[in-house]
C-alpha cells in the first residue's frame, strides 16, 4: 500500500485520501496530471470504509439523476477493468401509501427522462425480487434494476493502485496543517512531515472540509457538518437471499442488503451530531433491529455481529459543494457528500478533473455550486440515504 515520501513538489495536491480524493487522482493522473493525495490517517480511513455500499441512480431532480448515471457507467467500467466488485443487483425502495407513490412517481419520470430504467412495481413483484419481504402494508414499490453495490474496501483499493500505477503519489500518516499563500495564490501547503510547493489544491476532506476551508482562509461560507451515522452487520445468511438494495422510509429510513460474504448490512436515519465522536450506541442498535424486523420479519432470527459508525458530512440542502473557489488561486472543494459521496466518486472526478483540466464540464456541476449556501439558492434536498 501506499505510503510514501512527501514530495518537495506537485502540480497538484488533493487533501483527503477517500474515494473521492483517490478517484480525482486516478482520474487526473489517467490524463497525465502530476498529482499528490497527502491523507492524514491511511487510504480510505475516514467515511469511506464505513459506508453501506449503495450505489443509486434513483435521485428526485435531473442534476443527480445525470451525474449517477454517468458514475454508474464508470462503475461498471472500472470494475471489469480493475477487478473489482460491482454488482447491479438494484434498488428497491418500498413505497406504503398514495403521496409517497405521486412522489416517486415524478421521480421516476426524471429518472426515465435522462435513461435510467426506473419503474414502478407492484408488492408482489417486490416480493419475488426479495421473498422474504413482509409485503402486508405496501402499496408499490420502485425499483430499478441497474442500481447496485460495490465493496468500498475494494473499491477504493482498486482506484488507489491503479493511480500510483499511472503516476500519481498518495502520501499516508501526513497531516495538512497551513497553507502557503502569496497575494491570493497558493504556493504550497504545510504538512507535520515538511512542506510541499504547489499551486492548485482539492479540498477532499469531507467531514472535515470546514477547517481545511479555514486553513486556507476562504472567507465564503460552505456549511458542511460532520454527523455521526452507525451502520450494522448481522450473521451470515444464505446467499443471494437479499439481492438488492431495499428502502423503507416509512420504517425509520431504513436501507439493507445483503454483502457478498453472507451477512445483511444497513442503516437507519437515525442521526447524532454534529459531532466528531464515533462510539457507537445502543439506541441505534434497537432502531435498526425494530425497523429491520418489520420489512423483513425473518431478520428476528439473526444475531447482530457488529455495530460501527461514521460520518454523514452534511450540507443544508444535503447536496455537495463541488467547484473552484475564486477567492484563492487554485483552490477547488468537493465535500459535503452527505450520505452518498462513494456512489457518486468517478463522476465527481470527471467533473473536477475536467474544471481543473479545461475549466468546463459537461456534467451539471452547477448544480453542486459552492456559492450558493451564501446566495440562499439551496437545492432541492437530495434523497440521503444509503
Ligand atoms: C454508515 C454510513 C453509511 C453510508 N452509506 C453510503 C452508501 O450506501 N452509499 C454512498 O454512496 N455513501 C454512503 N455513505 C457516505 C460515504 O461514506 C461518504 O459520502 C464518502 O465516503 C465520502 O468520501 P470522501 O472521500 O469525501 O470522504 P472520506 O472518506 O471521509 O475522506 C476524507 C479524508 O480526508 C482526510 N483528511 C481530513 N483532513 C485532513 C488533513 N488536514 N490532512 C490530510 N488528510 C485529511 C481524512 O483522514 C479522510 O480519510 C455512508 C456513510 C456512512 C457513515
Given amino acids: 500500500m501506499p505510503s510514501r515520501e512527501l514530495p518537495e513538489r506537485s502540480e497538484i495536491v488533493i487533501i483527503g485520501g477517500g474515494i473521492i480524493g483517490v478517484t480525482l487522482a486516478h482520474e487526473l493522473a489517467k490524463r497525465g496530471e502530476e498529482v499528490t493525495v497527502i491523507e492524514k490517517r491511511f487510504i480510505g480511513s475516514g467515511s469511506t470504509f464505513r459506508c453501506g455500499t449503495g450505489i443509486r441512480q434513483q435521485f428526485s431532480d435531473e442534476a443527480n439523476v445525470q451525474v449517477m448515471k454517468r458514475s454508474v457507467e464508470l462503475w461498471k467500467r472500472y470494475s471489469e ?18 403521496d409517497e407513490v405521486e412522489e416517486f412517481k415524478r421521480n421516476i419520470e426524471i429518472q426515465n427522462r435522462f435513461g435510467v430504467p426506473t419503474r414502478l412495481i407492484t408488492p408482489e413483484e417486490a416480493k419475488e425480487i426479495v421473498p422474504l419481504l413482509d409485503i402486508s402494508e ?5 425499483w430499478n434494476p441497474t ?35 502569496e497575494n491570493g495564490e497558493i504556493r504550497g ?14 479540498n477532499a476532506t469531507n467531514a472535515w472540509a470546514k477547517l481545511t476551508n479555514a486553513m486556507a482562509g476562504i472567507r465564503v461560507n460552505i456549511p458542511i457538518e460532520p454527523y455521526k451515522h452507525q451502520a450494522v452487520i448481522t450473521q451470515p445468511i444464505r446467499k443471494g437471499a437479499i439481492k438488492p438494495m ?19 448490512v444497513g442503516g437507519v436515519g437515525y442521526e447524532l451530531g454534529p459531532t466528531y465522536d464515533l462510539n457507537p450506541t445502543y439506541e441505534f442498535m434497537r432502531e435498526v433491529s425494530r425497523y429491520f424486523t418489520r420489512i423483513i420479519p425473518a431478520l428476528r432470527e439473526l444475531l447482530i ?20 473557489i475564486e477567492e484563492l488561486s487554485d483552490y477547488y472543494i468537493a465535500a459535503g457528500f452527505s450520505g452518498h459521496g462513494f456512489m457518486m466518486a468517478p463522476a465527481v472526478a470527471e467533473m473536477v478533473a475536467d474544471l481543473i483540466t479545461k475549466g468546463r464540464t459537461d456534467l451539471p456541476v452547477e448544480w453542486y455550486d459552492p456559492y450558493r449556501f451564501e446566495r440562499g439558492e439551496l437545492r432541492g434536498k437530495a434523497l440521503q440515504m444509503g
Avoid: C, M
Avoid at 405496501?138 to 420502485?142: E, N, W
Avoid at 501547503?189 to 482539492?202: H, P, S
Avoid at 431495499?246 to 445483511?264: D, M, N, P, W
Fill in 189 to 202: 501547503l504545510k504538512t507535520n512531515r515538511g512542506t510541499i510547493k504547489t499551486g492548485i489544491v482539492v
Fill in 81 to 98: 477493468e480493475y477487478g473489482f466488485s460491482f454488482e447491479q443487483t438494484g434498488y428497491l425502495f418500498l413505497l406504503y401509501d398514495d
Fill in 246 to 264: 431495499v428502502i423503507s422510509f416509512k420504517y425509520g429510513h431504513a436501507y439493507l442488503t445483503q454483502t457478498a460474504h453472507g451477512g445483511v
Fill in 138 to 142: 405496501v402499496v408499490a414499490a420502485s
Fill in 305 to 324: 455481529l457488529r455495530t460501527w459508525a461514521g460520518y454523514y458530512a452534511k450540507t443544508p440542502d444535503s447536496n455537495p459543494a463541488i467547484g473552484k
Fill in 147 to 181: 442500481d447496485g453495490k460495490a465493496d468500498p474496501f475494494h473499491a477504493t483499493s482498486a482506484f488507489a493502485i491503479n493511480a500510483e500505477r499511472l503516476g500519481a503519489k498518495l502520501v499516508e500518516y501526513t497531516e495538512v496543517k497551513d497553507f502557503v499563500t
